[in-house]
């Protein structure tokens, strides 16, 4: 221990017992800003101008082949602007807005986009002095001189308006005012702020930016993921606003809206009648208001009337229904309209400018066993033994801080874990692999080589005095990598190689943890914003991608580990628009109670919305201990989300499945079976969330997006688009409520196939072996119904293949083969199959055939909702003509027919024909 960290020691105790303190007694909002103590939030909603100052000087307006550019006038500053507005792909707009005469770049995160949005054709339909009408499709635009203003419509219904109320804010940059005393000066937080005994120093001045954003008939407005509140966004008339900044809160509370670990600045709009999306490419800390009205046109005074008519607006308009306002502290305006007009149509075009997640490798969809911490190698070897003696499958183990050496990454502990490799290669044999924790601090100590060569090289975040920033984390004294700096990634990326991070290999994967990052001698437990990264950018500039830059960074690690040839899975905690690329993430540090596991639904839901599907929450409960209902509820209701992993804080008791009464340990077991007999599905939709950006889970309105009922409604859940589920939340249930959506729909009980016909809430028997869930009418789902220890084990074992017909008699799904780890896949090597049932025959066709080099095949076809009519079923292989009768049974209390041993290659075409 050198000298430096044993002076500081009694500090970082300090800090450490205090952070621990705070774990125990809960959230203490008091170390959180509100928007009144943020001076760029304060400023931004005392604005209420009686009209926008702005407007379009006409002489500058140029329409090119991708857009119009001109300058824009503030009228009471006299300061111009250059903005851009241009016309993408599917259905999208881009606006940016950036000041004319540059005295400073502002940050812009472009590294959020999946690359430069292709352009769409367009055509100038009317130039006047008041407007500028633009066609792209079914598309209007018109861009509104004095004062500025943007109408969207999809055909002719208006769906967002820009700068509608007038509140468009661009705080240029100033000189500091001389001859002004700094009380007056800082008073509204433009140069200097302080919180708590924290300062942060503002050399260049107020740089905030703003926009209001209007969705006329729109009812609901969903996203801004992360925060532990409902789905569906509230009205913040009388609140704070949702707030976006990174943030390490624990046992965060619930149905509040302050910010959390990641941010993710997109919103969808829905109505009956359309829905549309407001993407704010924004990486500064944001606040966002939410105002919902539902007068109707005629409601509105005539001063308002009046209002429209001198704003130039040629089309009536209803009153808005509801408005956002999004604040962000600096950053150009930089925003993308994305004009559906349903949900799914949304989340393509916002998948297009973000991307989708690569399809993971099939282990990270199984079940994930972890806690702070196992202590040693032995106790990694017995709790994996442990799965095996109780016949619990398990495809991962983790590693929490523990297992490093004095909490230095990329090491190992030379007592406890020795010998990394033999139980590494221990846990792979039985097809299990690991993960270990890496945070983004890096203890200094002259001891250890990444701290040295840091320090050497400058790849540390900066202080505002320019030297290498000293924050407080689990080592102690802590330095931070600048990931901006290209030699920084450079080193960073390199050091997952097993020659620097020695003990570890190909079947090591990686937790990027603690990245928003967190600082516990930090203003509200992170980095102070006057901190400054490569660039000269300030860490208020790019706070909330920092922990994004760390997971791309891992994860082009990963790929070059493995000379490309092995698919990456990460977990991150910290996240930012466009995340999805490289990882999965989790919602954070939960509680083991009732209320934390009904949250973790909505809160996954809303990440789906924002672009992340691989979302998870700890089952169990982080910190504290849950009961047994509690727990194996948690595992009913974990094994139907995408992330499925336990985890519990250091100081709980351990609650490895087994060591409660044989019935609760034989729930979790069959839980985590009916996870890993559902694999094929959650791959097969993982791979549609691929080629379509559809979430893999989604709400109920983004499927019945006309169905008002379901508008609200986020207990329950959809994975892709044919199996629901209403998770049980409530302890000592005997009956649950379950919305039925959809009209003509048949939903069949996936355990006992039971049909559901009624649109609308049903209350359901309830009991504690499984939570319910229902197979939609009309779809084909795929499961593998033999268990093994490990999923990967599974991968050429037989299918089974549900089909559960809707009331017309037909059924169609898909199936999605390739070799679960490799990327060959990008070079053809699976197959995609469709699943026909119509006219009583089931057929399987190619897709894309691709080359599928699997061994799997069909064993057992069990048709639901089917009259007693057939007495024979033969199987035709497309590719050999030949023909076999199969063996028939029917349920008739359930109007099942089962169909056992087509025995046909996955690879083939085939048809099952019913007589």
Not at 200 to 222: E, I, L, N, Q, R
Not at 546 to 556: A, S
Request: hydrophobic share 35%.
């Amino acid at each position: 221990m050198n000298a430096s960290f044993t002076f500081r020691f009694p500090v970082f105790s300090i800090c450490l017992f205090l952070f621990l303190y705070q774990a125990v007694q809960g959230m203490d909002k008091s170390k959180y800003r509100n928007c009144d103590q943020t001076g760029f939030c304060r400023r931004a909603r005392n604005f209420k101008p009686e009209k926008s100052a702005f407007e379009i000087i006409s002489d500058t307006v140029n329409v090119t082949s991708t857009g119009v550019e001109g300058s824009l006038l503030n009228s009471e500053t006299l300061v111009t602007y250059n903005f851009l507005l241009q016309f993408l792909a599917d259905a999208t707009i881009r606006l940016r807005i950036n000041e004319e005469k540059v005295v400073r770049h502002r940050y812009q995160p472009l590294q959020a986009l999946v690359a430069e949005p292709a352009q769409n054709s367009f055509e100038l339909v009317e130039q006047s002095s008041t407007q500028l009408v633009f066609k792209m499709e079914s598309n209007k635009i018109i861009m509104y001189v004095k004062p500025f203003k943007i109408e969207c419509y999809n055909k002719d219904e208006l769906v967002i308006v820009a700068n509608d109320f007038g509140r468009f804010i661009f705080e240029h940059h100033r000189p500091k005012p001389e001859g002004v005393g700094d009380e007056e000066l800082n008073k509204n937080g433009e140069w200097e702020e302080r919180f708590h005994e924290h300062s942060d120093t503002k050399p260049f001045g107020p740089m905030s930016v703003a926009m209001d954003f209007s969705f006329p008939s729109a009812t609901h407005v969903y996203g801004l993921a992360s925060h532990a509140d409902d789905l569906a966004l509230k009205s913040t008339s009388k609140d704070d606003p949702y707030r976006l900044y990174n943030t390490d809160v624990f046992e965060y509370e619930l149905y509040i809206k302050t910010s959390l670990y990641g941010a993710i600045p997109f919103l969808i709009s829905h109505g009956v009648n359309n829905s549309a999306g407001v993407f704010w490419l924004n990486a500064a800390e944001t606040w966002i208001d939410i105002d919902k009205q539902f007068d109707s046109p005629a409601s509105s005074t005539v001063v308002e009337q009046l209002v429209n008519l001198v704003s130039g607006s040629s089309t009536p308009k209803p009153q808005s229904a509801v408005n956002a306002f999004f604040m962000s502290e600096t950053g150009i305006y930089d925003v993308f309209f994305t004009l559906g007009p349903r949900p799914y149509d949304v989340m393509r075009q916002y998948s297009r400018l973000t991307g989708t997640a690569p399809l993971p490798p099939y282990f990270s969809l199984g079940y994930h066993q972890s806690r702070w911490n196992y202590v040693d190698q032995q106790d990694v070897k017995t709790v994996a033994e442990n799965f095996d003696v109780n016949d619990i499958p398990m495809d991962v183990m983790w590693l929490d801080i523990e297992y490093t050496h004095e909490k230095k990454y990329f090491t190992w502990d030379p007592t406890k874990f020795s010998e990394p490799i033999d139980m590494i290669n221990a846990l792979s044999t039985k097809g299990r692999k690991l993960v270990t924790i890496i945070d983004p601090h890096i203890k200094r100590d002259t001891g250890y080589w990444v701290h040295n060569d840091a320090t050497q090289k400058g790849l540390y975040v900066k202080n505002r005095d320019r030297n290498d920033y000293d924050g407080w984390c689990w080592p102690g004294s802590s330095g931070y990598l600048d990931f901006l700096n290209p030699e920084t990634a450079s080193y960073y990326s390199n050091s997952y190689s097993p020659e620097v991070f020695k003990g570890s290999n190909n079947d090591v994967y990686i937790w990027n943890d603690m990245n928003e990052p967190s600082v516990f001698s930090g203003p509200e437990g992170t980095m102070p914003k006057d901190n400054v990264h490569h660039g000269e950018w300030e860490h208020r500039d790019i706070h909330n991608i920092y922990g994004f830059f760390q997971i791309m960074l891992t994860y082009d690690g990963l790929v070059k580990r493995s000379n490309g040839q092995k698919r990456p899975f990460i977990l991150t905690r910290s996240f930012f628009a466009g995340i999805q690329r490289y990882g999965a993430m989790w919602t954070g540090d939960n509680l083991a109670d009732w209320e934390h596991l009904k949250i973790s639904v909505p809160m996954c839901l809303s990440m789906a919305i924002g672009g992340v599907s691989f979302c998870g929450a700890d089952v169990g409960g982080f910190f504290k201990n849950p009961d047994p209902q509690l727990l194996y509820r948690w595992y009913q209701t974990g094994i139907y989300l995408p992330f499925f992993r336990a985890h519990a804080h250091i100081d709980t008791k351990r609650r490895e499945p087994w060591l409660f009464d044989k019935d609760v340990t034989k729930k979790i077991r069959e839980a985590i079976r009916e996870r890993q007999a559902m694999m094929p599905f959650w791959y097969t939709v993982f791979y549609e969330h691929s080629k379509t950006g559809a979430p893999v889970i989604r709400p109920l309105f983004m499927e019945f997006p006309t169905e008002t009922a379901t508008f609200d409604i986020d207990n329950e859940l959809l994975i892709g688009n044919s199996i629901l589920v209403r998770p049980i939340a409530e302890p000592d249930v005997s009956h649950a409520d379950v919305y039925f959506p959809g009209t003509n729909e048949i939903w069949y009980n996936k355990h006992t196939f039971q049909q559901y016909k009624q649109n609308g809430v049903v209350s359901v028997p309830v009991t504690s072996d499984n939570v319910p869930v229902y197979i939609r009418g009309g779809h084909v789902v795929p499961f593998r119904n033999r268990i093994r220890r490990s999923a990967i084990l599974t991968l050429n074992d037989p299918y089974t293949l549900l089909v559960a017909l809707d009331a017309n008699g037909t059924a169609f799904g898909h199936l999605y083969v390739d070799d679960g780890d490799s990327f060959e896949y990008r070079n053809g090597k699976y197959c995609h199959l469709r699943f026909v049932y119509l006219n009583n025959q089931l057929m399987s066709q190619f897709v894309d055939k691709g080359r599928c080099e699997s061994k799997a095949w069909i064993e057992k076809v069990i048709i639901v909702g089917i009259p007693n009519l057939f007495r024979k079923a033969i199987i035709a292989s497309h590719s050999s003509g030949n023909q076999d009768e199969l063996e028939l049974s029917y349920n008739t209390a359930v109007s099942t027919l089962t169909i056992r041993k087509p025995a046909v290659p996955v690879n083939e075409e085939w048809t099952i024909s019913l007589h």
